[in-house]
Nanobody
Framework: QLVESGGGLVQAGGSLRLSCAAS????????VGWFCQAPGKDRGFVSA????????YHAVSVKGRFTIARDNAKIKEYLQMNTLKPEDTAVYYC??????????????????WGQGTQVTVSS
């Protein structure tokens, strides 16, 4: 129901734009967000955006570098990743919540998940 794209290999300081396409009914619910998981680590919060798109929240580690956006008409969400660092290397997952979860940062607050897309940042 959620499919990510846009991952790849980039040098430190570069940019990538991740996209997430959702089937109607999954996406037109409420909060959508992005999480990432590096090898040997738990899946962690990156960014979230409200249904209206007016409210966003970012993890401290990406604030000022990443931007989250959504296009409800196209049923898509995006993560613009700038000034990438080697420590950003991870599999990135888009997620959607069936109800307002207050821009939640916990995995359990989201109901739908994509399969993930790999982002690798070389030094």
């Amino acid at each position: 129901q959620l499919v990510e794209s846009g991952g790849g290999l980039v040098q430190a300081g570069g940019s990538l734009r991740l996209s997430c396409a959702a089937s109607e009914g999954t996406f037109s619910t409420h909060t959508v967000g992005w999480f990432c998981q590096a090898p040997g680590k738990d899946r962690g919060f990156v960014s979230a955006i409200s249904l209206s798109g007016m409210n966003t929240y970012h993890a401290v580690s990406v604030k000022g570098r990443f931007t989250i956006a959504r296009d409800n008409a196209k049923i898509k969400e995006y993560l613009q990743m700038n000034t990438l660092k080697p420590e950003d290397t991870a599999v990135y997952y888009c997620a959607a919540a069936a109800k307002n979860n207050g821009l939640g940062v916990l995995v359990d607050l989201y109901d739908y998940w994509g399969q993930g897309t790999q982002v690798t940042v070389s030094s």
